[in-house]
T-cell receptor, first 112, second 112 residues
Framework: IAGITQAPTSQILAAGRRMTLRCTQD?????MYWYRQDLGLGLRLIHY???????GKGEVPDGYSVSRANTDDFPLTLASAVPSQTSVYFC???????????FGDGTRLSIL | QKEVEQDPGPLSVPEGAIVSLNCTYS??????FMWYRQYSRKGPELLMY????GNKEDGRFTAQVDKSSKYISLFIRDSQPSDSATYLC????????????FGAGTRLAVHP
């Protein structure tokens, strides 16, 4: 079934550790996005990529980095995790940057 | 003040009822409007998207945009227990459906 695969589905991590959240899509979508979802705040955009080889900052980019080496993969890295990064992280993609976005099922991350 | 406001609920209705879900917004530049449905521990699922003002219907769902009042609505007719989920509105100002600003979501419970 075509779609977005995120891994891991959940993770508990010690503060200060480095963590990479993986996102792969098989729809050949050009645009990809990372969001975090926190209770009462809704989804907030962390980083985005309009096409392979390009990335941009969203609303809450601090403490996160991304890369887009190819069309299918868009990993999100926390270089040194802090407890405030405890959240549910969603990856999304769209055919082009101006098209509606489709989401994966998320990674639940707890930083202790 | 948040750019997009959404009553968190929960909204509890009997099966078969007509449900009205609403969002208000403050940025008059928003032109692209979307509704997502999110089941527990799943990613948001795109329901409907509209550009500018007016109504759009898809099966039991109708999306309505009133730009003069900065107000959007999602109506669900003949609601079913399977409609029980959190409903998220999202909107963006220009360049299509990217750089989305999300509401925090309204939790809906449809009881048999």
């Amino acid at each position: 079934i075509a779609g977005i695969t995120q891994a891991p589905t959940s993770q508990i991590l010690a503060a200060g550790r480095r963590m990479t959240l993986r996102c792969t899509q098989d729809m050949r979508h050009n645009a990809m996005y990372w969001y975090r979802q926190d209770l009462g705040l809704g989804l907030r955009l962390i980083h985005y990529s309009n096409t392979a080889g390009t990335t941009g900052k969203g609303e809450v980019p601090d403490g996160y980095s991304v890369s887009r080496a190819n069309t299918d993969d868009f990993p999100l890295t926390l270089a040194s995790a802090v407890p405030s990064q405890t959240s549910v992280y969603f990856c999304a993609s769209s055919e082009e940057r101006d098209q509606p976005q489709h989401f994966g099922d998320g990674t639940r991350l707890s930083i202790l | 003040q948040k750019e997009v406001e959404q009553d968190p609920g929960p909204l509890s209705v009997p099966e078969g009822a007509i449900v009205s879900l609403n969002c208000t917004y403050s940025n008059s530049a928003f032109q692209y409007f979307m509704w997502y449905r999110q089941y527990s521990r799943k990613g948001p699922e795109l329901l409907m998207y509209t550009y500018s003002s007016g109504n759009k219907e898809d099966g039991r769902f109708t999306a309505q945009v009133d730009k003069s009042s900065k107000y959007i609505s999602l109506f669900i007719r003949d609601s079913q227990p399977s409609d029980s989920a959190t409903y998220l509105c999202a909107m963006s100002a220009s360049g299509g459906y990217n750089k989305l600003i999300f509401g925090a979501g309204t939790r809906l419970a449809v009881h048999p």
